[in-house]
């Protein structure tokens, strides 16, 4: 079982270059349609734009799935699906506070 699971893994971080890439225009349309409910300022989830975090930041919030394991602690998910959050991913790194193009709010 353990032996499974842990070739899945390592299957998953052979495939993952492959497939690392998601579309900066389909993550900016999610980010605003999914993502900004709750993310502007006076909401639960207070502002959170590209320029929330720096590249870095980004990968590490997206790699330790912070949403989806505060599922629970939030009562909500972002109810987008594993290759739509890399689309929101691959936005937000293209336009994070130290990228060659910050953005502010998606537009
Ligand atoms: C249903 C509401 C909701 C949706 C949808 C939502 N969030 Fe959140 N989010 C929250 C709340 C609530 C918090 C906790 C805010 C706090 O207490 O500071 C949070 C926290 C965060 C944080 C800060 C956590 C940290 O450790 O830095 C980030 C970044 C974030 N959300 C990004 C996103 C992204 C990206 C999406 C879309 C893929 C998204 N959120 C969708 C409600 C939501």
Redesign the pocket.
Known sequence: MRNTLLSLLALAALAAPLSAQGSELKGKF??KK??K???VAG????E?TPL??TQA?WKA?FAAD??NK?KEK?G?????KPEQ?KD?MTF?IQHASDSPQPMTCGG
Request: glycine share 10%.
């Open positions: 999610f980010f999914t993502c409910t709750c993310h909401k639960p989830g207070k959170v929330t975090k930041q919030y912070k949403h505060g939030l909500t998910g972002t109810d987008l959050m929101v937000l």
